[in-house]
């Protein structure tokens, strides 16, 4: 099983701030990584695949980037609503096991 | 546009069977990869499994002796039965759905919290 670490686990940030969150792959995972935006009581949202590839309708100030074992998924200016919890996932593994990170959570400082 | 709705018992007896359903609605099931996941109240994602539009399945290993999911295509619908369940498999249950051009979790259901207790 690919196990896939998140780092911060919390990180306090003011609206307007540039955010940067991180995810470790145990092995590499190529670019078969995506980043998802969950808020309370919702399912989580696409938010990038392929580590880089926005999803539709995603804005323009969220990037991903990486491959192999190291990704980070940036925020260039934090809006109100981008408070939430993010999770990375890879879906390299064969046969298919996909896995999730434990979750960063933004929070407002 | 697509949309899943997941369905079933919000309380199951331990030791019984879990049956959850996922109506797709707004597009076709004859395609794709249909998923379901679950999240331990307060907890991250787990992936359960999947099974593909011929009926293919995948299951997590730590599932494996007690998951099935099947497909009704007539129904437009996709189950997981999951037995023996335990307090551990209190969660929220999601259905998801890859897409044309990625094999990540591109569409959700609103998820269904099913609690297990004696």
């Known amino acids: 099983e690919i196990v896939m670490t998140q780092s911060p686990a919390t990180l306090s940030v003011s609206p307007g701030e540039r955010v940067t969150l991180s995810c470790r792959a145990s092995?590499?995972?190529?670019?078969?990584l995506a980043w998802y935006q969950q808020k309370p009581g919702q399912a989580p949202r696409l938010l990038i695949f392929g580590a880089s590839a926005r999803a539709t309708g995603i804005p323009a100030r969220f990037s991903g980037s990486g491959s192999g074992t190291e990704f980070t998924l940036t925020i260039s200016s934090l809006q109100s609503e981008d408070f939430a919890v993010y999770y990375c996932?890879?879906?390299?593994?064969?046969?298919?096991?996909?896995?999730f990170g434990g979750g960063t959570k933004v929070e407002i400082k | 546009q697509v949309q899943l709705q997941e369905s079933g018992p919000g309380l199951v007896k331990t030791s019984e069977t879990l049956s959850l359903t996922c109506t797709v609605s707004g597009g076709s099931i004859n395609n794709f990869y249909w998923s379901w996941i679950r999240q331990p109240p307060g907890k991250g994602l787990e992936w359960i499994g999947y099974i593909s539009y011929n009926g293919n399945t995948d299951y997590n290993p730590s599932f494996k002796s007690r998951v099935t999911i099947s497909l009704d295509t007539s129904k437009s619908h996709f189950s997981l039965k999951l037995t023996s369940v335990t307090a551990a498999d209190t969660a929220v249950y999601f259905c998801?759905?890859?897409?044309?051009?990625?094999?990540?979790?591109?569409?959700w259901g609103q998820g269904t919290m099913v609690t297990v207790s004696s």
């Open positions: 998801a759905r890859d897409s044309q051009i990625t094999d990540a979790f591109a569409i």
């Open positions: 996932q890879q879906y390299n593994d064969w046969p298919p096991l996909f896995t």
């Open positions: 092995q590499s995972v190529s670019n078969n």
